[in-house]
């Protein structure tokens, strides 16, 4: 069979075209150490590095929220922390202003350290954020969390305008956790409290006055259940740290083995590309110089 000059050209054209490109692609492997060029050099192992890439991103994303997490609820255990040691301040004052053997000075000269456990305590539970949203009004977070009416009688000054639902922060693959407590009972102890100061600042008070013991063990027993429910909360955010610490330690070691998976994968075995490169230069070469040879041929050298 008699083949064309043309055509013999252009096949090894193709030829050369073909071994060249297979020699530049072992070349550009060899120089980014990554086995995989296209997804086409191997789908089945694309397809489970893309997915690896999106759970490595979903983890990323879950750390990332676990660390603005822990933030905010350091700062919520940080005021919860600060309003239970005023409570403890207010509860000692309540159970010395309970003594009957107090003077009605010594009564009035409590009020004032009253007053100032009172506004401390009003002033925590409106604290902020950085962002300037408030730390215990639940969703309402752009809500002051005790709103306090100057106008009205004693024992009604202070109102929770706020709510109790929960801000949800996703951490984990089907895991939240809550990034808020709401403070409900501060206002009911704050109106106790209030209620406390007007009868302990009246002159000429008398601390074995019935109508009075009923005010001051009122606000005792309010600032002994705030306590409570304060110090149930610390626990809980210390839990909730607790778990956010082991889950991001968890988060990390998964991350560090789709890693590991990841560059098993999708890195080049250099030893063995050398060799195809090896095989390719040579065979390329070899097709260059059959070529030229080829091409110096004529029918009528062989006559």
Excluded at 49 to 68: F, H, P, T, V
Excluded at 77 to 97: F, G, H, I, P
Excluded at 193 to 207: E, H, K, R
């Amino acid at each position: 069979m008699r083949v064309a000059t043309s055509q013999y050209h252009m096949t090894m054209g193709q030829t050369l075209a073909s071994a060249q490109a297979r020699l530049e692609k072992v070349m550009q492997q060899m120089s980014t150490g990554q086995r995989l060029l296209l997804p086409s050099d191997d789908p089945v192992t694309s397809v489970r590095l893309s997915r690896m890439e999106r759970e490595q991103a979903a983890l990323a994303q879950y750390r990332d929220n676990i660390g603005a997490l822990s933030v905010r609820l350091t700062q919520n255990e940080t005021a919860l922390d600060s309003s239970l040691k005023d409570m403890q301040e207010v509860r000692d004052l309540m159970v010395w202003a309970s003594d009957g053997a107090n003077t009605a000075d010594d009564l009035n000269a409590m009020a004032g350290a009253l007053v100032s456990l009172r506004d401390s305590l009003y002033y925590t539970a409106n604290s902020r954020d950085q962002e300037g949203r408030y730390l215990f009004s639940g969703t309402l977070s752009t809500t002051a969390t005790i709103a306090l009416d100057g106008t009205a009688a004693a024992g009604s000054r202070y109102s929770f305008e706020g709510n109790e639902e929960k801000q949800q922060v996703v951490v984990g693959n089907n895991i939240t956790q809550s990034a808020n407590v709401s403070l409900p009972e501060m206002a009911a102890l704050l109106n106790r409290l209030d209620l406390a100061v007007a009868q302990i600042q009246t002159p000429g008070v008398n601390p074995n006055d019935a109508a009075v013991r009923t005010v001051l063990q009122d606000a005792l027993n309010g600032t002994d259940a705030a306590m409570a429910s304060v110090s149930a909360k610390i626990a809980g955010l210390g839990g909730a740290q607790n778990i956010l610490s082991t889950l991001d330690e968890t988060h990390g070691n998964v991350g560090l083995a789709a890693d590991q998976a990841r560059i098993t994968l999708s890195q080049l075995d250099y030893g063995e590309a050398a060799i195809r490169l090896t095989g390719y230069q040579t065979a390329l070469q070899a097709t260059q110089k059959a070529y030229v040879r080829v091409a110096t041929l004529s029918l009528f050298s062989q006559l």
